[in-house]
């Protein structure tokens, strides 16, 4: 969701499949024609940003006596984990995991090349791991000295996302991208901002409670295990990085992107 979204004027009530699946076509036709710089400033933001949900969850995690496991805290946690991904959606910051959806069918629509997908994803990916690591180390550089987060609280997020072996991160990879490709698919068709709140807290809110890996928010949340605490090392985060987005990609491509291509196009809308 970019910065200069186009808007599909759609009338009646509720949105029809082919409406917005138009919208998502013009929407990522859009991003891939805006400039190197801009796309990589606006990833550059969207890493930024996303950071204060897992800033948040180790804020609630030195506040509260509860901790993973515990029903109340776990809500708040997953709840904070969402609040990074509202202010980069709502903005319209640019977020790898989105565009592994709705850029994808422009590709599939005959209307744009591999190359411009492949160069919109490199950029964006790269511009918000950039992104999340300046914001880690500027936490975990800040943070422990104003006394809001203690570093075992980041060291324990880090641990929670790294303590599974390699074929979990992918098939739960797989899990979080096929519900993020959901909120791109369902930020397009609502029309108010509300409603659009409402859905980001509810998908992000889900991924969180699961513990799934978001390549973007978990590379945040790793970085502050790594650079806090030699438990958690480079080869860790390498692994849950590469395991992460690969999976992210085959589930927001696939069961999002190719099959609500394929009902709407192929099943007549």
Not at 44 to 56: T, V
Not at 211 to 221: C, D, K, M, R, T
Request: charged letters at 15%; glycine letters at 12%.
């Amino acid at each position: 969701m970019g910065d200069q979204d186009p808007e599909v004027e759609i009338t009646g009530e509720q949105a029809t499949a082919p409406e917005i699946l138009e919208s998502a076509i013009e929407s990522a036709q859009n991003e891939m024609e805006r400039g190197t710089v801009g796309l990589l400033l606006s990833g550059f933001s969207a890493g930024l940003d996303i950071g204060f949900g897992p800033l948040l969850m180790a804020a609630l995690l030195t506040f509260t006596e509860g901790g993973f496991g515990d029903i109340g805290t776990e809500l708040l946690l997953a709840s904070a984990y969402s609040v990074g991904f509202i202010f980069v959606i709502i903005a319209r910051s640019e977020l790898f995991t989105e565009h592994t959806t709705l850029a994808v069918m422009p590709v599939l629509d005959d209307r744009e090349s591999l190359g411009k997908l492949g160069r919109l994803w490199t950029l964006i990916w790269v511009s918000n791991v950039v992104g999340g690591a300046v914001f880690a180390l500027f936490v975990v550089t800040l943070m422990p000295n104003l006394g809001v987060a203690n570093p075992e609280a980041f060291v324990t997020i880090a641990r929670k996302m790294v303590s599974h072996e390699p074929r979990w991160l992918f098939v739960a990879g797989i899990l979080a991208g096929w519900l993020m490709g959901l909120l791109a698919w369902l930020v397009t068709a609502a029309k108010e901002t509300t409603s659009r709140l409402f859905i980001i807290w509810l998908v992000t809110a889900s991924i969180g409670i699961l513990h799934l890996p978001h390549s973007i928010a978990g590379n945040v949340e790793v970085l502050f295990g790594v650079f806090i605490s030699s438990e958690i090392t480079a080869l860790d985060y390498v692994t849950f990085l590469g395991l992460a987005t690969v999976g992210n990609v085959v589930g927001g491509g696939v069961f999002v992107s190719l099959l609500k291509y394929g009902h709407v196009v192929r099943g007549g809308g």
